[in-house]
């Protein structure tokens, strides 16, 4: 493990970075939020939050500037997220390294993540311009039938800590381009992120002359997103998280007759046949399942290996894990930082303990590794265990550098061990035969959402949906037509005949 810096020096490498991104002075010492850095494990400072009773009024500002956002144009609208997409331009290294401090993630994926922002900015500017209805043909002369899409109305996002600013962006640059307003309550494990993005979103709404408040911050624990989700001038909650908040959500939101859009789980497989490629599918494996410390819902968690390669691709993964530097995710040549707290190390540890217990044989990893001057900072080896079968802990997310290597001998066992769980987000296969390709993407291979061949499970492009089914929730974000869940579809019949001919063919009167 590479050394860590001293949380004196992270302190005030955040202090710089959030006066540089016109935040500077967001601590409050009677603050009820501790901001963590899982750096150093130290408190950064300490912010005021919201009460759950605030949140009527900070919906209502939203709503508020809902009522003036949604009369202006489309392409106008565009002109604040492109300001948005500018200013993260301009402040790119700076957010991305705040990025790292406070959720662990290694700089490249800070400043990737920051990347992504900027994507979907330009995505969503060009959006703004393609907000297409339809016409219809009517079985009644002298009729026009159409579709037209609408805006929603106030769109709470609940976001998690371990992309604290992308998932943020995917929804608030499709919403404002759609005519919505947002109220975005972040995790608090990331509240200084959202302090900034807050900021810059400010800044870009005075530079196109837009009006206030078309985000909003709520900040706070679990009963303040509580409130969001319930209050009824929300039309749309879009959560990403656990399975098991998604649930709490979307029966609160379905209890209302509101919108919901939700990213849970991911259990993600990536299948390994005999005509693979070992050196990339051993590459895509070691980002797609030690990347971000394990911590993104489209990490990579089981290999399903074919039996005349599983034994020669363990020791690839072994070799190559024991190589990992772990470390301070503010080094560059760090690739594995820290989880993010005491309570993911260990859930990491039961897992591994109970895999073992279950049958599964440790190749490597599963120690925690421990700085003696950062006792609260949580780094831990990523770990392979050979599994016999795919057992109860398999079958359950363990947000962690944790993979789990399964074999086959026939594709469709594959596939059957891929479809065997309750997530559906993301999969992956390798295999230079193109029926084997072709029928893991159809209709009776993988069911999840994202479905990949000759590249990992993790990672994203933002032309394309991003989502799952199952128990992922089966929300779709970013790309393709996913901008029509941000908005309400009306179907119109102009008549601009003097006659009244009816529908059917129905003759009244």
Known sequence: M????????????????LARLGVPDPFDPGGDLACRTPVTGGILGRVRGHRPQDVDALVGRADHAFQQWRRVPAPARGQVVRELGQLLREHKRDLGLLVSIEAGKILAEGLGEVQEMIDICELAVGQSRQLFGRIIASERPGHRLMEQWHPL??????????????????????????GNTVVWKPSEHAVLTALACDRLLAEAAVRA????????????????GAAVVDDPRVALVSATGSTETGRAVAGRVANRFGRCLLELGGNNAAVVCPSADLDLTVRSIVFAAAGTAG??????????????VADELAERLVAAYRSLPIGSPLDEGTLVGPVINAVAHERHRAA??????????LLHGGDRVLADDAADAWYVQPTLIDMPEQTAVVRRETFSPLLYLLTYTDLADAIELNNAVPQGLS???????????????????SDCGIVNVNTGPSGAEIGGAFGGEKETGGGRESGSDAWKGYMRRATSTVNYSSDLPLAQGVSFG
């Open 2 to 17: 590479t050394a860590l810096p001293t949380h004196p020096e992270v302190a005030a490498l955040a202090t710089g970075v």
């Open 427 to 445: 999969s992956a296969i390798f295999t230079r035969d193109v029926r084997e390709a072709e029928l893991f993407v159809s209709a009776t291979g």
């Open 209 to 224: 002359g837009a009006p206030d408040d078309l985000g909003v911050l709520a900040l706070g624990a679990a009963e303040v």
């Open 352 to 361: 591994v303990e109970q895999a073992v217990a279950e049958g599964g044989r």
């Open 295 to 308: 911590q993104r819902c489209t990490t990579l968690r089981r290999v399903i290996a074919h039996a005349s």
């Open 153 to 178: 109305g106030v769109v709470g996002v609940l976001s998690a800590f371990n992309f604290p600013v992308a998932v943020w962006s995917w929804n608030t640059a499709i919403a404002l381009v759609c």
